[in-house]
């Protein structure tokens, strides 16, 4: 769509007071209500004519039943526009977020935290998914003998993932704590792609060189003790209860939550607008890439980072009368947050 024609300074306030009047109402807005709180004690007269101009030029819409207007998607890409770097973060709502994640040592943790506090803080869906992707750095490994023919293999990232499995394997604890030793001294602080293809050839070039040490670590290795499923993602959502407050379509309600509850769902919606290559926060009015029943909603997103390594993605979704400036800064705060209490975590 392209963007809508400049507007002028008395527009300017016009449109923003209609848009923070119906987000904090959910009623269509009239010219007396307007004039109640205009700066230049505009009269009526004046200000529905204005608002006639920003309906001719697409920033306004009436509903039938109503002499009132209500904001079209333009109008509040408009003020998302306008607020987009001035929003701060309120004191009350950074209490919140801090309370809320503090403590937090790892990436399961904080992202499960997130969707809770994101939910709070917007009054809407809060949405945290966690990737544990190729690249994630080893921390350590741990190997412990469980009785006959089985193993624990657990594999902790820099990251904060833990996996652990079952291996059936037999093997004397005294052997698994020499191979745990081994990686954790050689390998710490590697990816997990790049330390099994480095150990796969140290393993293949020292073949005819083998010792005890050597031998119980291929063993573990061909038993996958170290691997991975790196295209795992932890996906959390809270507050789907928010979104459907106001629905009062019982089967629409229905498949809106199923839609919420299928977490490959939630996933893709967040992948289709959030990119890697993505540095601030990203307001998106109106998800053409959504199932049909999101689609007239809004999403609120950016990536969450550790060292410039993206881990995950976190998201407010809410209609379009969404308190913009709350989720907005909410967002982008924890955003920030989270490579600052990942790296401290470490």
């Not at 704590?177 to 954790?184: C, Q, S, T």
């Not at 792609?193 to 050839?201: D, I, K, T, V």
């Given at each position: ?168 394997m037999d093997m004397a604890q005294v052997d698994l ?8 001294e050689n390998f710490r602080g590697w990816t997990m ?9 140290r393993l293949e070039r020292e073949r005819s060189e ?137």
């Open positions: 769509m392209p963007p809508a024609a400049p507007i002028g300074e008395r527009e300017h306030e016009i449109l923003t007071a209609l848009v923070e009047t119906f987000i904090a109402t959910g009623e269509p807005v009239g010219s007396r209500t307007l004039a109640r709180s205009s700066r230049e004690g505009l009269s009526p007269a004046t200000i529905r004519n204005v608002m006639s101009d920003l309906a001719d030029a697409g920033f306004l819409d009436q509903p039938h039943t109503s002499a009132g207007r209500i904001p079209s998607a333009a109008a509040y890409r408009y003020y998302v526009e306008q607020i987009t770097g001035n929003a701060r973060l309120s004191s009350e709502d950074e209490n919140l977020i801090q309370e809320a994640l503090s403590g937090v040592a790892d990436v399961q943790e904080f992202m499960e935290r997130t969707s809770h506090v994101l939910s709070l803080i917007s009054h809407n869906v809060g949405v945290a998914i966690a990737t544990g992707g190729p690249r994630n750095a080893l921390e350590h490994v741990y190997f412990s003998r469980l009785g006959d023919q089985k193993v624990l293999a657990v594999v902790v990232t820099r990251s904060g993932i833990v996996r652990d499995r079952v291996l059936r704590d020499a191979a745990a030793r081994f990686i954790n792609e790049a330390m099994r293809a480095e150990l796969g050839r083998y010792d005890r040490l050597m031998a119980s670590v291929e063993r573990l290795f061909k038993q996958g003790a170290l691997a991975t499923d790196d295209g795992a993602q932890m996906v959390f959502v809270e507050g789907a209860a928010n979104l459907v407050a106001g629905e009062q379509d019982r089967q629409r309600l229905q498949e809106l939550l199923k839609t919420l509850e299928e977490k490959q769902k939630v996933v893709e919606l967040l992948s289709a607008y959030l990119g890697a290559k993505q540095e601030a926060v990203r307001v998106v009015i109106g998800l053409d890439e959504a199932p049909p029943l999101l689609r007239n909603f809004v999403l609120i997103g950016a990536p969450a980072r550790v060292g410039g390594e993206v881990m995950g993605s976190l998201a407010v979704i809410g209609p379009k009368r969404i308190d913009y400036q709350h989720a907005i800064t909410a967002v982008s705060y924890i955003a920030r947050l989270f490579d600052r209490v990942l790296n401290e975590a470490e």
